[in-house]
């Protein structure tokens, strides 16, 4: 009996691709085409979120720096360029300890603007110095500082920062505040958590553990005080007197016209502060002055990257303050971060 022989394989067909100008051929391409696109939109997309997470400013809690210690005590360190003294407990001193500076954000967008302004006789003034930690930043990259401050305390504490840098020859300290007339007003001392807090907005809700002073402090008109300054090119002015800024600036009208500087000012809502509409705000600076707002951000505190957006007074007006920057028109070209 003979084996049985086996089956070949049967061996299917090859399909036949439809000719290149069939309508099925062109469907395909399409349906290629358009998973191609989807793909790509989604790797964007998931790139963008990525970067988005990892960039946004992140508004963060001022307490969360202030340190429960079992003992508070004095320090100095070495900032960017300047010697520092400070003590624990004070909410701006510790973010100095911390981090190397209060508002490095804000410090490192001063000198970005005053090196793309390159104006070598560059002239800052700080309205609100408090203990000079603003003012001995801004003299290593200005050719000269004014500084403003009123309140007794932190001028003596100011003078002993000077002190600690004998090498910083072109600050100028000057023991009066601003305003839009020349008198001597009731001061509320700020608490002893943040000396940057003293305002002569005496009416206003503030801090429960702010007292106001038995002596008045001296105020002064910004324009008739700078007249016998000699003053130069003013390339900047920062504002922060705790919701005093609308008095300052109307002083310094005069100032802002003739140098058209950039301002960096801390707007303060009502009832703290006086200015409660863009009118208001706008009418407060000569005319081609845009605004922006300085985002408050922990990779800001941290490593003092800024963030800079335009001005939208129905959004940025439900916060407590702004951190406000004007800049004339003909010198955005300079302003970095836009």
Not at 317 to 330: D, G, R
Request: one cysteine or more.
């Amino acid at each position: 009996m003979s084996a049985e022989q086996p089956t070949p394989p049967q061996v299917q067909p090859a399909p036949v691709a439809p000719p290149p100008g069939d309508p099925a051929t062109a469907r395909l391409v399409r349906g290629y085409r358009i998973m191609a696109y989807v793909s790509a939109l989604v790797a964007v997309a998931a790139l963008g979120l990525v970067w988005w997470v990892m960039n946004r400013p992140v508004v963060e809690d001022l307490a969360v720096h202030t340190l429960d210690r079992d003992k508070q005590y004095p320090f100095v360190v070495d900032a960017y360029g300047f010697k520092y003294q400070g003590h624990t407990g004070n909410v701006i001193d510790e973010y100095v300890l911390r981090y190397g500076a209060w508002e490095k954000d804000h410090l490192f967008f001063v000198r970005d603007y005053l090196k793309n302004l390159n104006e070598p006789n560059a002239v800052v003034i700080d309205v609100g110095a408090n203990t000079g930690h603003h003012t001995l930043f801004y003299s290593r990259h200005a050719a000269r500082v004014l500084a403003f401050e009123p309140f007794p305390p932190v001028i003596a504490t100011f003078k002993q920062n000077l002190a600690l840098n004998p090498h910083v020859t072109n600050v100028e300290l000057c023991e009066v505040g601003l305003g839009d007339a020349n008198a001597e007003l009731p001061f509320s001392a700020p608490a002893d958590l943040n000396h940057g807090q003293g305002t002569f907005r005496v009416g206003a809700p503030m801090n429960p553990a702010m007292k106001q002073l038995d002596k008045k402090l001296q105020i002064v008109i910004g324009d008739e005080y700078l007249k016998d300054k000699n003053l130069g090119p003013v390339a900047f002015i920062k504002v922060d007197i705790e919701g005093f800024e609308e008095a300052a600036l109307k002083g310094l009208r005069q100032t802002m016209e003739k140098y058209r500087p950039l301002l960096e000012v801390e707007v303060t809502p009502p009832p703290t502060g006086t200015i409660d509409s863009l009118d208001k705000l706008t009418a407060l600076f000569p005319k081609d002055y845009e605004f922006y707002v300085l985002l408050r951000s922990n990779d800001g505190t941290i490593k003092g990257r800024y963030h800079l957006v335009k001005l939208d007074w129905a959004v940025h007006s439900k916060n407590e303050q702004i951190e406000l920057v004007a800049c004339p028109k003909e010198r955005l070209a300079a302003l970095p971060g836009k």
